[in-house]
Nanobody, 116 residues
Framework: QVQLVESGGGLVPAGGSLRLSCVVSRSIFRINTMGWYRQAPGNQRELVARISSGGTTNYADSVKGRFTISRDNAENTVYLQMNNLKPEDTAVYYC??????????WGQGTQVTVSS
């Protein structure tokens, strides 16, 4: 059974930092893209950042320069370092992976709350 286990969410003041982690179970044979999405109340789920198997990264304009995505292929783990957090970053953050045949998998989500 495929599992994506996220951790690292929490409550921080504006300007603070958090680091999210997502460990992917080894039942996914070949992981291609790994990424983070977020969903705030009343909003659609949106892409925050993603990283390809080759290390190419994409970021939402709203987080460029503040967030950094990275991955450890040996540990099947993806990270999201979030700096200079703003109240508008408050959301549930979801880990997402896409395997080599297009299968998509989601984590259960971790809450990030930024106080003003």
């Amino acid at each position: 059974q495929v599992q994506l286990v996220e951790s690292g969410g929490g409550l921080v003041p504006a300007g603070g930092s958090l680091r999210l982690s997502c460990v992917v179970s080894r039942s996914i044979f070949r992981i291609n893209t790994m990424g983070w999405y977020r969903q705030a109340p009343g909003n659609q789920r949106e892409l925050v950042a993603r990283i390809s198997s080759g290390g190419t990264t994409n970021y939402a304009d709203s987080v460029k320069g503040r967030f950094t995505i990275s991955r450890d292929n040996a540990e099947n783990t993806v990270y999201l370092q979030m700096n200079n957090l703003k109240p508008e970053d408050t959301a549930v953050y979801y880990c997402n992976v896409v395997d080599s045949i297009g299968g998509r998998y989601w984590g259960q989500g971790t809450q990030v709350t930024v106080s003003s």
